[in-house]
């Protein structure tokens, strides 16, 4: 389970602020907001709530457009899976660099995250048949050439539930596809403080490719970067990039 502190805005973070800044980096892609309707969304989710406000913080930063295997993904044949989609911004992002709409699924456990996403975007008419969401895995064997995977691995705190979940990803790949994305991990020489703000699992580099080649994955290539996102602000983590395949 998420720690308690994971699911609220960390300190010197608000709903307006983050709401605003989350709107006005959407905007910059052409979406154009009637009068009033920040006021409409701020009312909505101070009601009702942000269900991950760390989701928020980076809406409108499509994450896949600086993987080190994104031009490749988009020259790859076959469908492609956002497993774990959240606000649906990489796939806004696959659609507008031109890969086949047709080819895409996405999907999540529940609708906070997509629809969130839908509010800001507003174009859940355009898209929103692309994504699914079910409390199971919904797709069979051998669907997809490419999944990616983004800010998902360091959500999951239990070791089984990460264990289904690639196990997930490979039953859906086809032999020789594709599974990339990004995770926050600890940096080289590194230790976290079990109290500090952030997602339950955070792990260094060796045990995020025992993970992958544990699950059946091979050749995984993983490169540090260090730009975290913004909610972060503890130096001794990193994102990590992956790629790995299933065995032709």
Same mark, same amino acid.
Request: glycine share 14%; charged share 20%; aromatic share 10%.
């Given at each position: 389970m998420s720690p308690p502190h994971a699911l609220r805005f960390p300190p010197g973070r608000t709903l307006p602020a983050e709401l605003s800044a989350a709107m006005e980096r959407v905007g910059a892609f052409g979406v154009v907001y009637p009068p009033g309707y920040y006021e409409a969304l701020l009312d909505k989710y101070t009601r009702d709530g942000v269900r991950y406000p760390h989701i928020l913080m980076i809406l409108g930063i499509p994450r896949i457009s600086s993987h080190f295997f994104y031009s490749r993904a988009l020259q790859r044949a076959g469908r492609l899976l956002d497993y774990g989609c959240g606000t649906g911004d990489n796939v806004r992002k696959l659609i507008r660099?031109?890969?086949p709409r047709e080819r895409i699924a996405a999907f999540d456990i529940n609708w906070s995250s997509i629809d969130l996403g839908f509010d800001l975007y507003r174009d859940r008419k355009d898209i929103g048949g692309l994504f699914s969401v079910s409390g199971a895995f919904p797709f069979g064997p051998e669907e997809f050439c490419t999944v990616y995977s983004a800010s998902v691995f360091h959500v999951i705190s239990d070791d089984r539930e990460l264990e289904r979940y690639l196990k997930n990803a490979y039953s859906a790949l *086809? @032999?020789?596809g594709v599974l990339f994305g990004s995770t926050l991990g600890l940096g080289q020489g590194t230790t976290r403080?079990?109290?500090?703000?952030?997602?339950p699992r955070v792990m260094p580099e060796e045990v995020l490719a025992g993970c992958l080649t544990g699950?059946?994955?091979? *050749? @995984?290539?993983?490169?540090?970067?260090?730009?975290?996102?913004p909610y972060i602000d503890d130096r001794s983590m990193c994102v990590f990039e992956f790629c790995t395949q299933k065995p032709a």
């Open positions: 660099d031109g890969f *086809r @032999p020789g403080s079990p109290e500090a703000w952030g997602p699950a059946g994955f091979t *050749r @995984p290539a993983i490169v540090r970067r260090h730009n975290l996102p």
